[in-house]
């Protein structure tokens, strides 16, 4: 049995929706997509806990909850299923550096602190230097001249004094103030 034209068009027509509704979805997914390019503007996105090389070095086996969650912070993640886990998790996405992302693991056995799982932590130092890469970029520097560029400019052209000008209109008579 042959289909008829409606039905032909119809599987078409939902043929050619469902494939550009995935490349819809394919592009977004992507940060070098389509649409990431003709974006004008992407706020900038901060997410969980800053963790340096110096608030791990704090970390030692033996501290309680208590100290660790003071040197390190609240953690992003305390899952009630691994209750001796806790997770610190760090994300930064801004235009014109490349995103960032730690991930900081801290076991305990009871109350105690057993480990820390801290690779590629940056120092403090570091850390700030990256935050402000983007901005010294963007920022105008003045312009100066040195003494020898002041020196080379020509002076400036003399103007001859002009005669200071007549008032013009009427002159005007004001009666007395309060007789």
């Not at 979805?25 to 997410?47: K, L, N």
């Not at 080379?152 to 309060?178: F, H, I, K, N, T």
Request: net charge neutral.
């Amino acid at each position: 049995m042959p289909m008829s034209r409606s039905s032909l068009a119809a599987l078409l027509a939902a043929a050619g929706v469902a494939v550009l509704l995935s490349g819809c979805a394919s592009s977004r997914e992507s940060e070098d997509g389509f649409f990431s390019r003709i974006t004008p503007y992407r706020i900038e996105i901060v997410q969980g806990n800053v963790v340096t090389q110096e608030q791990a070095a704090r970390v030692r086996p033996g501290l309680t909850r208590a100290q660790v969650r003071d040197i390190l912070g609240t953690p992003l993640l305390a899952d009630p299923f691994h209750a001796d886990r806790w997770d610190y998790l760090f994300t930064l996405r801004r235009d014109g550096t490349p995103n960032q992302r730690r991930s900081v693991i801290v076991h305990f056995k009871g109350d105690a602190l057993t480990s820390i799982e801290a690779p590629d932590l940056p120092s403090e130092r570091e850390f700030v230097q990256s935050l402000s890469v983007s901005r010294a970029q963007v920022r105008p520097q003045p312009l100066e001249l040195s003494a020898e560029q002041v020196q080379a400019l020509p002076a400036p052209a003399r103007r001859e004094a002009l005669p200071p000008a007549a008032p013009a209109g009427p002159a005007r008579s004001y009666p007395p103030v309060g007789d």
